[in-house]
C-alpha cells in the first residue's frame, strides 16, 4: 500500500531500505512481509523521529472511530510484529524505543539529504548534504528522489 504522507519515497535506516510507494521494507535485496498495521506504525513513527509518538496517535491511525476491539492489545501486537522484523528489542531498542504507558519513539539519529543528481543535471547545494555524509560514503539511491538516511545514535555500532 502506497504512502501517502510526509515521508520521501525512499528511506534508508541501518541496514533496511522502506519504499513508501510500494510499501515495501527491504533487508539488503530481501523483502520483508510485513503487514499493513506494522508498516502503518513504522511509516507514523518515521514521520516524527526522535519524538514520542503517543499510543493515542497510533490507535487514531490503526483504526477508525467506531472500531471495537482491545486496541492496547493490538497496538502490542502490531508493534511486536515491527520489531520482529527488523530484529529488534524492547529491552535493548535499536530502533524503536517504548515509553511505558505513553508511546513509542523512533532512535535512530536522521540526516536528510537530496538523492544525488544524474550527470549534466545541477549539483545538490552543499548546505543540504550533511557534513558527516559525503557523495562519495552516501549509498546509491533512487536519482532524482529525496531520501533519508539514518545514522546510529552515539554508542551504537554502525552497520554501514
Known amino acids: 500500500m ?27 535485496e530481501l523483502v520483508l512481509q510485513l503487514s499493513q498495521q506494522p508498516l502503518q506504525i513504522l ?15 497510533v490507535r487514531t491511525k490503526l483504526w477508525p472511530d467506531g472500531t471495537f476491539l482491545d486496541f492496547e492489545d493490538g497496538i502490542n501486537h502490531a508493534v511486536r510484529r515491527l520489531r520482529d ?16 504507558r505513553r508511546g513509542y519513539r523512533f532512535i535512530y539519529s536522521i540526516d536528510r539529504v537530496e538523492a544525488l543528481p544524474e550527470p549534466g543535471v545541477s ?3 552543499a548546505a543540504l548534504v550533511s ?30
Open 2 to 28: 502506497e504512502h501517502t504522507g510526509l515521508l520521501p519515497r525512499l528511506i534508508q535506516f541501518a541496514e533496511f531500505k522502506l519504499d513508501t510507494r510500494a510499501g515495501e521494507l527491504r533487508n539488503g
Open 131 to 160: 557534513p558527516e555524509v559525503s557523495r562519495a560514503s552516501a549509498p546509491p539511491l533512487v536519482s532524482g528522489a529525496a531520501a533519508l538516511i539514518f545514522h546510529p545514535p552515539a554508542g551504537h555500532a554502525s552497520c554501514f
Open 85 to 100: 522484523a527488523l530484529g529488534d528489542s524492547a529491552e535493548t531498542p535499536r530502533f524503536i524505543q517504548t515509553v511505558p
Open 123 to 125: 549539483q545538490v547545494p
Open 43 to 57: 511509516y507514523l513513527l518515521l514521520e516524527h523521529p526522535g519524538e514520542l509518538v503517543a499510543r493515542e496517535e
